[in-house]
Each structure stands twice: as C-alpha cells, then as structure tokens.
C-alpha cells in the first residue's frame, strides 16, 4: 500500500504523536508499504528519515513549543500528491491537518482515517485558562464529534477512549489499534552512569518520570505522593525527565514545598542513549496522567524491565489492566505514596515485577500492532473502491 499521512506535529518536537507516527512508519516500511508524512517545519534542525514533506510553519502563539503549518503551501502539493497514487490519507492530529487531510483525500479520490490522540476535553482548559473549563470540556466534545463524521474511520489508542467517544454521540466506525513497543529500541542503557553522572548513590532509591513537562500530566500529584513518601523513606528521590511549558511552574513548586534535595530534573534526554541509561537507574517508574489515550511510555519503561507504579485513569487502563509488572495504587496520593514505600521495603516483589514487565511488554510489539493497522487499512480502502480486502502480501508494493 501507499499510505499518506498528515501532521501538526513530528520530530524535532518530542512528544508521543511523533513517536507513534514514526514507529508505525518504520514498521510499515519493513512490511513493504510505502509512507508519505507531511509535517511542519520547526525552527530547530532536524535530521529526517526519508517520505517525508516539511510543509512552512508559522508560530502558534498560545502554544510556543507547536506551529502551525500554512494552508496554502499544504495545497501547492496537490499535483505531486496525485502523481504518487496513494490508496488512503491518514491523518494524525485534529488542527490543519485535520482539515487539510480530509481535503486532500477528497481531491484524491481515496478514504480519509484519523487517529484521536489527544484527550482534549481534560487538556483544552490549561492552556486556554481565561475561559471556563466547563465551556472548555463542551467545546471540545463538539469539536471532536464535529471532526470525527469528517472521516472514514476512527483509529483509537485504547478502549477507554473509543468509550468516551461513543458517549459524545460519535458514529464513525472505530477501531483500537494502540502503538507498540519496538523492542529493539529499548534494550542496553548503563544505570550505574546515570547514577555516576548525577550524584546519585548506588542505593538510594529513585524513582522516575519521563515526559512532557505538562499540566495535564498532572505531574504534582507525583509531587505530593514524594512528599508524603519521604516521612517513611527520608532519602528517596523522583528524577524528572523531559521538557515542556510547566517546567517552570513545576521548579517553583518544588522549592515552596523544600523538596529540592530529593527532585532532580535532568532535562530531555537523547532516547537511544542517556534516556536507557536514566530507566536502568531507577527502582520505579511512576505516572499518574489523567489524560492519557494510551500511555506508551508506561510500557517503555516495562520493556527495560522497570516496574511501573501508576494510577489506571483513561487509556492507562488498557495496559495497566492485567496488573503486570505495575503497582495500580488509588488515584489520590495517600495511596500512591504507600505503593511507593511498600514497593521499596519489597525486595521479592520488585524482582517479581521487573520479570513481569519484561515479559508483559513483549505482547505490545510494534510489528504486530502495524500488522494489525495495515489489515485496517486495506479493508478499509477496499470497500471504499468496492472490491475485496486484498492480504498483506498482495496489497505490499
């Protein structure tokens, strides 16, 4: 198959879009489709893989670390869109693409599919703080049942979030296909560097975060549940890795509540070296975002064999469900904080859990989750033209 896929977002900028696109184009490539990514131009350089189009961008004022690519530059590709003969448009994120996408699918003659990434009814009012949350939460309900009968198909991360779009009145065809792990990726790393790089003593406990430095990763939660954890474990540290607009918010809140001895933030990290490093240092991974519709870093942490301690709230639920490898505290931090010391003074069950990470996270490979897309596609674009789903390995070309 020849698949077009349209973003607002793509590497340099860091966040897990880019990473679900790239690892299903790379696991598409190794099925023998071919993959066209438009994307926008980032002010910072950026070395990309081939298929892809970077499409001049504008910045978007409300939202720095984004941009906003320009329309009319997206139509100017129109004549050489047509000269590849794509069999379907996938489009990955709801602003300009998602309109240029369904445009261009049109144009093309060929069915139009959007991923729902993002949970916007619990993320809108972070951003847009001078409007209520309550008329947030409606706005994006509407949006996204408004966009969701502009497609052909709905492709979803998790169950919890085809639920919740089933209670906005969306009936659009859905279908979960959440991103795999590409195992390769996360394996080796050196936490005794880590540890050596930063201070960090052999056997203090540590635990992790990695992600975007955002509200909506509700990330003083953790803070709180540290705090409470410290009466009982005085020398436990949380290690904070990535970037992003609450960074700030976040530093000055660790200093109000003196918790700079035990918070270390280490900024982004490289994700084929330093990052490996950083999850082979640490005894726990621990999350506790209330907006997730999927949750992959959980099972990047797995995948090095890092239990994970975390609360199941939206599409965390789908990967935390079995209770492997993880910790499901309650989703207040009184709970948490005693999942964090019962975790430390636990020698057998941290062992029991770094097994089962390892081996849970072996079920979400990337390449069989691409499989799984790519036999969506093809049905899809089959009955959009009125004949048989083709196999795999007839459709690959």
Known sequence: MRILMISDVYFPRVNGVSTSIQTFRREFEALGHCTTLIA???????????????????????????????????????????????????VQTPFVAHYLGVEIARELGVPCLETYHTFFEEYLFHYVPFLPARFLRAMARRFSRAQSGQVDALIVPSGAMRDRLAQYGVATPMHVVPTGIPLADFSGGDGW???????????????????????????????????????????????????????????????RRSLDEHVLFVGYLDRRHALLDCYRAADAFVFASRTETQGLVLLEAMALGLPVISTAVMGTRDILGPRRGALVPEDDEASFAAAIVG????????????????????????????????DLYQGIAARHAGGPALTAAASAR
């Open 40 to 90: 926008p131009v980032y002010p910072a350089p950026y070395r990309d893989e081939p298929g892809i189009i970077r499409v001049p961008s504008r910045y978007v004022p409300l939202d720095p670390e984004d941009r906003m690519m320009k329309r009319g530059e997206i139509r100017r590709l129109l004549p050489r869109l047509r000269e590849e003969r794509y069999d379907l448009v996938h």
């Open 193 to 255: 560097a880590f540890r050596r790089r930063y201070g960090i003593p052999a056997q203090r406990p540590m635990l992790l975060f990695v992600g975007r430095m955002a509200f909506e990763k509700n990330i003083e939660f953790l803070l709180g549940a540290l705090e409470r954890a410290l009466h009982s474990l005085p020398e436990l540290l949380l290690v904070i890795a990535g970037e992003g607009p609450a960074l700030g918010a976040l530093r000055r809140l660790v200093n």
């Open 343 to 374: 975790f430390a003074r636990d020698a057998a069950l941290r062992a029991k859990l770094a097994e089962e990470a390892k081996d849970y996270a072996l079920e979400w490979r990337s390449d069989a989750l691409a499989r799984r897309l790519v």
